[in-house]
């Protein structure tokens, strides 16, 4: 069994710019949940892919957007990037089905924003 | 609105000594509650959730609706259990998770 994988491992951007980040859920999993992580807090949920549509959104700005694919891999896009968005991401691949939906973390994609 | 408290950033005690994290929460209805832990360069993993009612690596946690709490235990502490904790509920109909800030716990010899 393969688990959640992400890339890159570090990112370095500035401000204005634009920044893709990549999810390969775990084997038999369906659902991507992505999470923004500021250093000091816990992990705050940005939105969720099911079936490649979105399936709810946390409170975060339009300009922060994703995908997902047939394989159920999934991309976190961020544009107009701002110093705040300095922060670890995390991905999350779950199954839908009760009693197997747990959650499983990839190791983040440390982005900052200089 | 939903919520998850927990009130220590920082738990230090002795390997032997009993730990309890806290966790309070906010949340209309029967909540399933859940204790992540990330180990040193580790990626976040599930400890337990109080639906299965299991005992893992010698934790515990019990759920109090009247106090809207769901701490964490363990009579023994080791030092492999020095790791940061996180309280965690989900967060409406989609399976998102609701965390909050996280406690770190260190186990000194």
């Known amino acids: 069994e393969t688990g959640v994988t992400q890339s890159p491992t570090h990112l370095i951007k500035t401000r204005g710019q634009q920044v893709t980040l990549r999810c390969s859920s775990q084997s038999g999993h369906n659902t991507v949940s992505w999470y923004q992580q500021a250093l000091g807090q816990g992990p705050q949920f940005i939105f969720q892919?099911?079936?490649?549509?979105?399936?709810g959104r946390g409170n975060f700005p339009p300009r922060f957007s994703g995908l997902q694919f047939p394989n159920y891999s999934s991309e976190l896009n961020v544009n107009a990037l701002e110093l705040d968005d300095s922060a670890l991401y995390l991905c999350?691949?779950?199954?839908?089905?009760?009693?197997?939906?747990?959650?499983?973390f990839g190791p983040g994609t440390r982005l900052t924003v200089l | 609105a939903q919520r998850v408290t927990q009130p220590e950033k920082l738990l230090s005690v002795f390997k032997g000594a009993p730990v309890e994290l806290k966790c309070n929460y906010s949340y209309s209805g029967s909540p399933e509650l859940f204790w992540y832990v990330q180990y040193s360069r580790q990626r976040l993993q599930l400890l337990l959730r109080h639906i299965s009612r299991e005992s893992i690596k010698g934790f515990t946690a019990d759920l109090n609706k009247g106090e809207t709490s769901f701490h964490l235990k363990k009579p023994f502490a080791q030092e492999e259990d020095s790791a940061m904790y996180y309280c965690?509920?989900?967060?409406?109909?989609?399976?998102?998770?609701?965390f909050g800030t996280g406690t770190r716990l260190q186990v000194f010899p």
């Open positions: 999350a691949s779950s199954s839908r089905t009760p009693g197997t939906d747990t959650q499983y």
């Open positions: 965690a509920l989900p967060g409406g109909h989609t399976d998102k998770l609701i």
């Open positions: 892919y099911y079936r490649e549509e979105e399936n």
